[in-house]
């Protein structure tokens, strides 16, 4: 069912609904932006020589004079969303901001799409009045019975109906763990442990945009689809991974030696001046440290390779993707992080085990697609337990990844649990609290939100990401099978991310943070099967090997 501002649910059964591409118009906007940003701006420097501040301008009125004219401002909104997410999530609206005061530009783009979306002629759903009289007469039905050896059955009766209006309560979780920790948060701020009450305000300010970003990406998913919010970021991320390639091909950025014999090949034809190589003094959108090559954009990297590979197998875009693949790889081979590898590895890993869950349906063998995935997980942890004992062993490297840098780590964490055990309940708050008491940078997300917040607001970090990472899977195992290869790819990002975030200097980084909880999202509002945690002793007893003399 399609309504005035163009948005198309994921539950419509009509048929105009099944014949039209619900995602087609957001990536379509999606990809002009990212072509505006990245092509039409930078060509229009180099070669007609004018100033970028207008052609930026220019170019942002033609966008938005083509999405009225289209008159789908659902869809145009999203597009600039997310892509304006994935490529400069600090973006102001104007030339000076103020800190605490001013918002940011997606701020006001996450307000318009929610403003869109959650108005009434928006969420004008495909159920007749009849449906919600009937269900309302239900709930009231149940509630009109009385007697004491009645009360418990008739609450429950209750419950059971008043789900049907709900969604599923581990997407309440998510959000309500990321709220929680956003007003903790606020409430380690107040309590002033720490030497800045400012940057803790600003820090708490931060995840609560996260939150909305959360929100918003859940609400599209769940109004639109799914893919109105992974396409456009996708095509977001592309842009913001080209112009971080093109600065490690030109040698402002990165480490282009990593390359091998590629490298100055690579930079022998590469052009001078580089294509994104322009002023970007009072652009907005081009300004600040997220553009460009740098470690925050080895996460956005890492993301995307998850996103693009598992659309391989199953996409129309199988085509493109591996250039998304690419670019996201040779950001981080360029930053020489083995973070960023360890990272990489969880990444493909899980898509591999995806595709290798394809090849087994393919061969047609049950008991091989029963095992897959409870045997992936196992080959996974042997993996991990043997690279911990050769750590532990004294190996300097791992998989190709540098361990001689651990022992700092472990000291920072070491610091991280010295300071919970200071300040257990609200730490010394977010921002560079913990560095300006310690004069130390906590390079774990995780170990750093314990040290800013306490344990609370720690528990409350974890059950959002865990939360997030359950909902992604379980969207993977038991969704529909056409749209597996998405959620393959958002647990794949999830997961890559998490574990880059476990040994870097995350917190410092609004644009991977951002990318992470809009993936969240996607998975939080996305259509899911009636999966509760009760049931996974079930799923595991069909999931493990029929006996010997069973031929089913």
Request: with cysteine.
């Amino acid at each position: 069912m399609v309504d005035r501002f163009g948005t198309i649910r994921h539950d419509a059964r009509s048929a105009a609904a099944s014949a039209f591409d619900a995602v087609r118009p957001a990536t379509a906007f999606a990809a002009a932006l990212v072509g505006l940003l990245v092509v039409a701006v930078p060509a229009g420097y180099h070669l007609l020589g004018l100033p970028v501040a207008p052609l930026l301008a220019a170019g942002t009125g033609l966008y938005g004079l083509a999405v009225a004219v289209s008159g789908r401002p659902f869809d145009g909104l999203c597009a600039a969303l997310f892509v304006t997410v994935a490529f400069n999530v600090n973006a102001y609206p104007g030339p000076y901001p103020v800190p605490l005061a001013d918002p940011l530009l997606v701020d006001l783009l996450a307000v318009g799409v929610l403003g869109v979306a959650l108005s009434d002629r928006a969420l004008d759903r495909p159920r007749s009045p009849r449906t919600i009289r009937e269900r309302v007469g239900r709930v009231r039905a149940i509630g009109d019975r009385t007697g004491w050896n009645r009360a418990i059955g008739t609450w429950r009766e209750r419950a059971g109906a008043l789900r049907e209006w709900l969604p599923g309560t581990d997407g309440w979780l998510v959000v309500g763990a990321l709220a929680a920790f956003a007003g903790w948060a606020y409430l380690s701020a107040a309590v002033g442990n720490g030497p800045s009450t400012g940057a803790a305000v600003q820090y708490a300010e931060e995840h609560l945009r996260y939150l909305l970003l959360l929100v918003t990406a859940a609400v599209v998913a769940r109004e639109a689809d799914p893919r109105a919010v992974l396409s456009p970021l996708a095509l977001g991320l592309c842009g913001a991974l080209v112009f971080a390639v093109d600065e490690v091909a030109a040698g402002r950025a990165g480490y282009l030696v990593n390359f091998g014999a590629l490298g100055p090949a690579v930079a022998r034809w590469w052009p001078s001046p580089s294509p994104t190589a322009f002023p970007a003094g009072a652009t907005v959108i081009y300004e600040g440290a997220a553009v460009g090559q740098s470690r925050a954009t080895v996460g956005l990297g890492i993301a995307l390779v998850g996103l693009s590979l598992a659309a391989v197998p199953r996409s129309r875009w199988r085509a493109l993707a591996p250039v998304g693949a690419l670019l996201g790889v040779a950001s981080v081979v360029a930053s020489g992080s083995h973070a960023a590898i360890v990272g990489l590895y969880g990444t493909v890993g899980v898509v591999a085990v995806y595709w290798l869950s394809l090849v087994a349906d393919r061969l047609g063998g049950a008991r091989a697609r029963r095992l897959v995935w409870p045997g992936s997980l196992a080959a996974g942890g042997a993996v991990a337990l043997w690279a911990a004992v050769a750590v532990l062993g004294g190996a300097d490297r791992v998989l190709f990844v540098r361990t001689n840098t651990l022992a700092i780590r472990l000291e920072q964490y070491a610091l991280a649990l010295e300071l919970a055990a200071r300040y257990p309940l609200f730490g010394l708050g977010g921002g560079l609290n913990v560095h300006r008491t310690t004069g130390r940078l906590i390079h774990s997300l995780p170990l750093q939100q314990l040290a800013a917040t306490g344990v609370p607001g720690l528990l409350a970090y974890v059950t959002a990401q865990a939360g997030a990472t359950w909902l992604a899977a379980k969207r993977l195992l038991w969704g529909r099978p056409a749209d597996r290869w998405r959620w393959a790819g958002v647990l794949a990002a999830l997961v890559g991310v998490s574990l880059y975030s476990l040994w870097v200097v995350a917190y410092r980084w609004p644009s991977v943070n951002a990318v992470y909880w809009i993936l969240a999202g996607a998975a939080v509002g996305g259509p899911a099967p009636p999966v509760r945690l009760a049931d996974l002793a079930s799923r595991a007893r069909v999931a493990l090997p029929a006996p010997l003399g069973d031929d089913s």
